[in-house]
């Protein structure tokens, strides 16, 4: 079975540029989580979906993210514009309640120079 | 809010030793989960154990076994038999279920160092 799917696996961009990350989680999963993990701040969720509805984007640091899963097999997470400090390694991962195990893609490292 | 506090921020061990990973968390809740994760270098995140606070007996998984204190608010990892492998970095993680389950909540991890 595949996993949890991100792209792109590596991303270096330039301050103030778009940046698009991709998830595609585990096919019947209905839970989808996005989290970033920086050496500063750990691993800290941003946003999570339900049934492809936010449930909780408390963690979304500032207006330049925004988050969508526009169906059941695909998710975005975008930043406008990038910045510096949003340099860091973005996950994805997705369950299925009531297992409650969440399972990660390989990440996204973002460089913003 | 809960909080989870992983006291070592690095460990290491010989290979076929035994060693211990120390976690503790705060919460008020009293149905939760708990989870330790693995990180290697590829950065892959693997879940190793998973443990639900309402069972009194330890979860086991191989040569991997939890120390899970309630009381305490403690949820150590055991490795038995070390192996190269095992070279990682240690997530204690909790999470409180709802019925659409929740965001995992995250210590600052412990780098586990396995020689030979």
């Known amino acids: 079975d595949a996993g949890v799917i991100q792209s792109p696996r590596h991303e270096v961009t330039e301050m103030g540029q778009e940046v698009t990350l991709r998830c595609k989680p585990i096919?019947?999963?209905?839970?989808l989580f996005w989290y970033r993990q920086t050496m500063m701040r750990g691993l800290e969720l941003l946003i999570y979906?339900?049934?492809?509805?936010?449930?909780?984007d408390s963690g979304m640091p500032e207006d330049r993210f925004s988050a969508k899963m526009p169906n059941a097999s695909f998710s975005t997470l975008k930043i406008q514009p990038s910045e510096p400090r949003d340099s860091a390694v973005y996950f994805c991962?997705?369950?299925?309640?009531?297992?409650?195990?969440?399972?990660f893609g390989p990440g996204t490292r973002l460089t913003v120079t | 809010a809960q909080t989870v506090t992983q006291s070592q921020p690095e460990m290491s061990v010989q290979e076929a030793e035994t060693v211990t990973l120390s976690c503790t968390y705060d919460?008020?809740?009293?149905?939760?989960?708990l989870f330790w994760y693995k990180q290697p270098p590829s950065r892959q995140m693997i879940l190793v154990i998973r443990?639900?606070?309402?069972?009194?007996q330890n979860a086991t998984e191989n040569r991997f076994s939890v120390n899970f204190q309630k009381a305490a608010k403690s949820f150590s990892l055991k490795i038995s038999d070390s192996q190269l492998g095992d070279t990682a970095m240690y997530f204690c993680?909790?999470?409180?279920?709802?019925?659409?389950?929740?965001?995992?909540?995250f210590g600052k991890g412990t780098t586990l160092s396995v020689s030979s």
């Open positions: 993680a909790f999470m409180k279920p709802q019925p659409a389950g929740t965001a995992l909540i």
């Open positions: 919460t008020s809740e009293s149905n939760y989960y």
């Open positions: 443990q639900e606070a309402y069972k009194q």
């Open positions: 991962a997705s369950s299925l309640p009531p297992s409650y195990e969440q399972y």
């Open positions: 979906f339900n049934n492809n509805v936010p449930i909780d």
């Open positions: 096919s019947g999963h209905n839970s």
